[in-house]
């Protein structure tokens, strides 16, 4: 990973969710996250599933990792905790200079199962990061088209 880029848990607070208005894939996630403060008067440090990259005072990339739990694989073999990854953006002024790949690296350090639902157009990134399509299988899939990545000694579950 390059090491001038620093990835960090984003707190959620009022001046990261103001932040968070910036990036396109911003939602009703963020919206809910708002309304908690609001409604708690927490002015900082709630736990937040975002991490990302500042450059200066900037919030110029950020992902949301998830951790599911065994109980509810139904991607991997044998059957493990592995990490949900969505929301991932780096906003366009920062885009080509390894940014999202310094994410990416972030959540493969976890050395658990990573499971994505790609934006249209972004399969050539996921695929230089080392991720595959996941066998489609409508049940699970509803429509989306998950890509994966399993580190060493872990297998795609067969459908």
Not at 13 to 35: D, H, P
Not at 42 to 61: D, H
Request: charge should be neutral.
């Amino acid at each position: 990973m390059n090491n001038r880029i620093k990835v960090e848990k984003l707190l959620i607070n009022y001046k990261t969710l103001e932040k968070f208005k910036r990036f396109k894939a911003y939602g009703n996630q963020e919206l809910s996250m708002l309304e908690d403060l609001q409604s708690n008067i927490i002015e900082n440090n709630s736990i937040s599933p975002f991490y990302g990259i500042y450059v200066g005072n900037n919030l110029i990339a950020r992902m949301s990792l998830y951790q599911v739990t065994a109980k509810y694989d139904q991607y991997f073999k044998p059957p493990q905790d592995y990490l949900e990854l969505w929301k991932l953006e780096v906003l366009p002024d920062y885009r080509g200079q390894e940014y999202g790949k310094a994410l990416v690296d972030f959540a493969k350090s976890f050395n658990l199962p990573i499971k994505t639902n790609p934006r249209i157009n972004s399969h050539g990134f996921w695929e230089k990061m080392g991720f595959q399509k996941a066998k489609y299988e409508m049940e699970r899939d509803l429509g989306e088209n998950p890509l994966i990545w399993m580190p060493e000694g872990v297998q795609e579950k067969e459908v």
